[in-house]
């Protein structure tokens, strides 16, 4: 009997280490989850730092091109305006002529179908 129960602690001393070193390796699991986890976070963020980085990048240089375009544009129509507007003055007194002559030139007829 003496043996029965000495086999018996022996099989609970056993479960116990079992039960505690389980318990180790779920800690250990876990702790190494842990750390996993936060590296593939600076991980992830580093790269989403570097596209955004690229991006701003490629944004300056596709604004820096558009905003050259936009002021050779202006100068462009500053330009043209400008031009317009030298030859609306060189050429309104022949068009204030050219409308007043076709407004005030009145020929008087009488109508076809009127009998003397």
Do not use: P, W
Not at 2 to 17: F, S, T, V
Not at 38 to 62: G, R, T
């Amino acid at each position: 009997m003496a043996q029965k129960i000495e086999g018996i602690q022996q099989l609970r001393i056993a479960e116990k280490k079992a039960t505690e070193r389980v318990v180790e390796a779920r800690k250990r699991k876990a702790q190494i989850i842990k750390t996993a986890k936060k590296e593939a976070d600076s991980e992830i963020l580093a790269f989403k730092n570097e596209k955004e980085n690229h991006y701003k990048q490629y944004e300056q240089e596709i604004l820096g091109k558009k905003s050259n375009s936009e002021a050779q544009i202006q100068v462009e129509t500053t330009k043209k305006i400008k031009e317009l507007d030298v030859m609306l003055k060189q050429n309104r007194a022949k068009a204030m002529d050219a409308i007043q002559q076709s407004l005030f030139r009145i020929e008087v007829q009488l109508h076809e179908n009127v009998k003397l």
